[in-house]
């Protein structure tokens, strides 16, 4: 310990601190597929997060002593990381990108602006670029920039968006979005200023996908009233089912109506990767923004997010800032400076903890991941399509399948309740974790596979949970 700076370890001591560090996190992922997927009821759980919201103390600590108490917050969680989650898009965590961030965090280069670290802009920029151009589609000369989620995506796409057509007149600006879209474009519009009763909500054809013909009627008839119709968003994979709008269909709305397409790929996005994503995302290479999300197709820890535009002069339109004490930031010499793409100024260089997995693992590895969950989707789709008690709400698209108890008799509300002890049966004993959502009105359970750590044998037991819980019903 160095006593008269101890916020500065010696070598030694950092060598010794890292290694306590990764063999807990190591020995935490080397369990986890005997972790249960909800922690155990436990009736110290009070004063455990009691105890957490102390606030620090005036004396040194012990590293050991401290990580004893980590692991205990730990270990009371939803097990977000293990091959049971099945429960919700984001989970899992690459080893290797929290690697990436430990050494990120280590450097602690600054990411607002490429005068900062030039090459380490250019790493950044190579994986905002192969997101644009490879996995998207969009041509060269597009671009983006990494946030720190979808929800941020989607709202400097927004902003990015009322600011190319109405410019500060906001007032009559109308946007459409489908209505089983995630409520971060909601969220997005009350916060870029957009009046609530000025975003539109689509109805689906019946099939859960956007209407286009319906989106056109609302935005011809917005018009009419005098109103200025400026974004329509469509998704690539909705949260509850997975469900993909017809994209192409709505491209070509957006041209002819001169609005912006923004496609919410957050879930989807990565999909593209393999055939059969690209096959039923055709499309998404047609929007003017594009919302996705490492952390979960990519499979990147929580906190990862991408926008990706055509014209990145846009979202430098939107967000450009500056003031006298960054006169000598530069303009980034061709690389971008991301604080003049998005809301924030000081950031982390967010492109290494993609850049590592993506560079030591091989785009292939994540190709068949990917290819892996479809697969897997298919098999429970297949599985469940034969157990008369249940319905299916359609192929899946992506790696949702939703289900529910099949009304007896016409009874809705005993198949909403059937469906709810379903899913508390399913769940119960810690080896998989279902989510439940409500599609239509009706109580619908969700099987969401996407952690990387989600492999057959997993699924295969949450099948025979599931058919063992039907058969009870
Ligand atoms: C998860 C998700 C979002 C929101 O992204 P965050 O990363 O959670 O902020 C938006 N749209 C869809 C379709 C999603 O699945």
Redesign the pocket.
């Known amino acids: 310990m160095n006593l008269d700076f101890p916020l500065e370890p010696g070598l030694a001591e950092m060598t010794e601190m890292g290694r306590l560090v990764v063999d807990r996190v190591a020995a935490f992922i080397e369990r986890l597929p005997d972790r249960p997927t909800s922690p155990p009821a436990d009736p110290g759980l009070a004063d455990l997060v009691g105890a957490f919201l102390a606030p620090p103390p005036e004396e040194a600590g012990e590293l050991t002593a401290l990580l004893d108490r980590l692991e205990r917050a730990t270990d009371h969680a939803m097990e977000t990381a293990g091959p049971g989650y099945l429960a919700y898009?984001?989970g899992g965590g690459l080893y290797t990108s929290a690697l990436a961030e430990f050494y990120t965090r280590g450097v602690n280069r600054y990411g607002g602006l490429a005068i900062g670290a030039p090459a380490l802009a250019a790493l950044e920029e190579s994986v905002v670029r192969w997101i644009a151009r490879d996995v998207c589609g969009l041509p060269s000369g597009s671009g983006g920039m990494l946030t720190t989620?979808?929800?941020?995506a989607?709202f400097s796409a927004l902003v990015a968006a009322r600011h190319a057509h109405l410019g500060e007149e906001i007032g009559e600006g109308t946007l459409y979005v489908g209505a089983h879209a995630?409520h971060?474009v909601a969220k997005a519009a009350r916060l870029a200023g957009i009046r609530e009763h000025n975003v539109r909500v689509v109805p689906s054809a019946g099939d859960l996908r956007m209407d286009v013909d319906a989106a056109a009627a609302m935005i011809r008839a917005d018009r009419d009233a005098g109103l200025r119709p400026f974004l329509l968003v469509g998704?690539a994979?909705?949260?509850d089912t997975g469900t993909i709008d017809p994209l192409p269909a709505l491209a070509g709305l957006a041209r002819r109506e001169g609005v912006w397409f923004h496609v919410?790929a957050?879930?989807g996005g990565f999909f593209r990767l393999t055939e059969r994503g690209r096959d039923r995302l055709a499309g998404t290479e047609l929007a003017d923004s594009i919302?996705l999300?490492p952390?979960?197709t990519l499979f990147l820890p929580f906190g990862t997010?991408a926008l990706v535009v055509r014209d990145p002069a846009t979202l430098y339109a939107a967000h450009e800032g500056t003031g006298n004490y960054l006169q000598d930031a530069g303009s980034g010499d061709g690389l971008p400076n991301y604080a003049q793409l998005g809301p924030e100024l000081t950031r982390e260089n967010r492109g290494l903890r993609a850049w590592l997995p993506l560079h030591l693992h091989g785009v292939a590895a994540f190709r068949e991941a990917l290819d892996e969950k479809l697969d897997l989707t298919e098999q429970v789709y297949g599985k469940l399509a034969t157990v008369p008690s249940l319905e299916l709400l359609g192929r899946p698209d992506l790696s949702t399948v939703a289900f529910r108890v099949r009304p007896r008799n016409g009874d809705v509300a005993a198949a909403d309740r059937a469906t709810r002890r379903l899913l508390d049966r399913v769940n119960a004993d810690g080896r998989v974790l279902l989510s439940s959502t409500i599609v239509d009105e009706r109580q619908t359970l969700r099987i969401c596979i996407v952690v990387h750590r989600t492999h057959g044998d997993r699924v295969a037991e949450a099948l025979d949970l599931i058919i063992a819980a039907a058969a009870a019903e």
């Not at 989620?149 to 941020?152: C, F, Q, R, Y």
């Open positions: 898009v984001p989620g979808g929800s941020m989607t995630h971060s998704s994979g909705t949260t919410d957050a879930y919302t999300d952390h979960k997010g």
